[in-house]
DNA sequence: TGTCATCTGTCAGCTCCTGACATAAATTAC
DNA sequence: GTAATTTATGTCAGGAGCTGACAGATGACA
């Protein structure tokens, strides 16, 4: 495992040389003002080229986020299995902000530029929470395996969609000011959790409590058997 | 206020036709399938004319849900000031419902054909909480007037967030179970509003209880003065 | 009826994005 | 080290979304 190769070294430094050249176009004149071909050209590559690396013009901003998607799903992934979901949840996202804060420099001053790109542009704002919503299904899934329920169970998407909201109004409440730096987010972060478990009741992760039998039944609910089946 | 002139007239229906000739071919063949000349063939206006009527082909998918988000914030701001926030916002989505259930049944077909395309659509989903999102702000700043506070404040994005969320929640948990009808989606509503209220301490939309002034301030810290300033 | 404002069609063109094919480069096999 | 194979890249053609500009048609209004 020395190296992976020179023909994959070259792809990586072209990735990130596409990233590099985009962000900088994208903030010198705008988003929408920038045509693929430029960024193409800034990297002397052929725009076919580019769309080789980038589905679309909007994923070359958008790909450092995603990457943060993956190691947070990873993250959630390794907690421990009698963890509370949206406990889990809260750690694997503080992880995501430490890993961001081992990387080297260049790498996260490219992240936050990303970050802020992001925050300032409406059309890729509403590509990142497209992203956002995608991987939700992914968390979804992973807290219904966690605990044990239905993927059609409402609890899950409940859960998920909470903290992901939460997480959101985290990033949003730094904007307009920009993300000067990492602990500053991380901060901000802890702030919004905490403001989110001050508002839920204990225990509201895991359902209805004990003796609320009565209760219209939302928790499994989806495609619960109805009386006659 | 007899009529609104013939012209006027016209544009209105060129519009619907175009609305329902799109749903109809969308419907058909699926979205992304569908081109714009044959949606403006099918009405037998020129391709231009349509995005006269709309900026974008998604446009023509989302305009009846957008008109949806305009009668939810007309029907916020006649809500009693003494409500709390999201009770508001509760009653304020009741009447849309209701509203809806009141126009005449090809409207409402027409809203539940809209509704359970861009369900199945992910691209229109993601052009769908988008708007949402564009929404939330109008909301949020209603909400930060109803309240007194501060545009900068956490507490009401943090509410009208929390409510989108839960609101979208319930959206999707119908899919992929189509939305037969209203008073159906109005259950679910219910249902999962229920949840949220249920999941929440009492009074946690008015923001930190009294006594609490140790704690870690978030209410109004969005753009607090920083020691040194 | 005639003037004016507005809506519509036509056309030319830009940008995003894709498929197909040929070329160049790196990897592997010999 | 050379040949064979895989894989990345460039070139080309083209479809679809979307826009500006201009000319003609059609309601509005006096």
Redesign the interface.
Known sequence: MSQPGLRERKKQRTRLALIDAALELFAAQGYEATTVDQIAAAVDVSPRTFFRYFATKEDVALSLPVDGQEVMLRELAGRPAGEPPFTALSHAMRAVVTELQRGDLTETARFLKARELIENT?ALF??S??RM?ENEQRLIAEIARREGSSPDD??P??VV??F???A??GF??CHP?SIEDLPAFGERL???L???E????PG??RG?VDGDAD??R??G??DAPRPGD
């Open positions: 409406p509403a590509g929470v497209r919503m409402l609890l998407h409940f969609s909470l992901t909201t939460v959101r109004v949003e409440s000011r802890e702030q919004i905490s403001l989110a001050r508002s839920l009741r509201w992760d209805p209760a219209p939302v928790h609910d989806a």
